[in-house]
């Protein structure tokens, strides 16, 4: 059976797909509250994974779930950096093809999901309360210009990614 915590993380999935859906149409933002509460909820939700449950399977399993983190790391990335810019047409169909394809990897045998099944499982109320303990991370105004690298690196460095020492925040 999925623990309350998993169980938390995949309705956040769910109800991510239908924020978007419902600030979303024919390939423009029809209703920018619901855009924005699409993406802090976003947001929050790859800070719990990134702040609260990687570093939870990384003292679980050291070295070997190292390349899982990795690349959830780069999507983690990718789907920030879709959200930094005005939302047009080209922008949303990437995200939402991004999003379908990273929750499915997440929630597929053997991935994040499962790795939490199967090695978090005593640990189900120590990660509801510190992802609850998490602060609530300010929107970013959206940005088309010379600022993307900034931006990019203020959510980067808010949701508890990795940011290069080269770009200023
Ligand atoms: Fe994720
Ligand atoms: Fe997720």
Known sequence: MASRF?????????????LFAAATRGGRVVDLKSYDRFRSALVQHIAIEERVLMPALTRKLGPAFEATRR??????????????????????QDLHEFLLHHFAVEESPGQLHALCTRHLAGDDRRLREAADRLPVIPLEPFEDGVRVPQVLARMKAAVGLPVRAFVSV
């Open 6 to 18: 998993l169980t938390r993380m995949c309705r956040q999935h769910a109800e991510s797909l239908a």
């Open 71 to 92: 690349k959830l790391q780069q999507d983690h990335e990718g789907i920030l950096a879709l959200l930094v810019p005005t939302p047009n047409e080209i922008w949303l």
